[in-house]
């Protein structure tokens, strides 16, 4: 793989990230669309396996999403004390910063960004 392949897996990561953010909670934070490009770029290298399955990809995919979030949760939340989000009030929650209802959103989310990384992986090769 690439370094241009993994660039432009980033790039969109960082840019849909955080329009999808900014669609639904009408602003976003610059450590969530950093977030974001992570989490494709990395998707992306996971879903360069060819035997990748989908349902594997979505498993992983949220594992991958939630750990991130968690850390950047607790750097962003704990130590700067920014306050970008609080799961406190949601269901099975940790510390405030991920929980099970938006690791199932994550898994949903994992479903497009796997067409979506077969989609460049074939375009870049």
Not at 4 to 30: C, D, K, N, P
Not at 39 to 66: D, E, H, Q, R, W
Not at 93 to 106: A, D, E, H, K, R
């Amino acid at each position: 793989m690439k370094f241009s392949q993994h660039l432009f897996a980033f790039l969109m990561g960082y840019f849909i990230y955080s329009l999808i953010e900014i669609t639904v909670r009408g602003y976003t934070h610059w450590t969530m669309a950093l977030t974001g490009g992570a989490v494709l770029s990395i998707m992306y290298a996971v879903n360069s396996n060819t035997a990748m399955t989908l349902i594997k990809s979505c498993f992983i995919g949220s594992a991958i999403i939630t750990l991130l979030e968690l850390t950047v949760g607790i750097f962003d939340n704990i130590i700067m004390g920014w306050n970008v989000w609080d799961y406190s009030e949601m269901p099975l929650n940790f510390m405030g910063q991920i929980c099970l209802p938006f690791s199932v959103i994550w898994f949903l989310l994992c479903i497009p960004a796997y067409y979506f990384c077969r989609t460049i992986r074939q375009k870049f090769v």
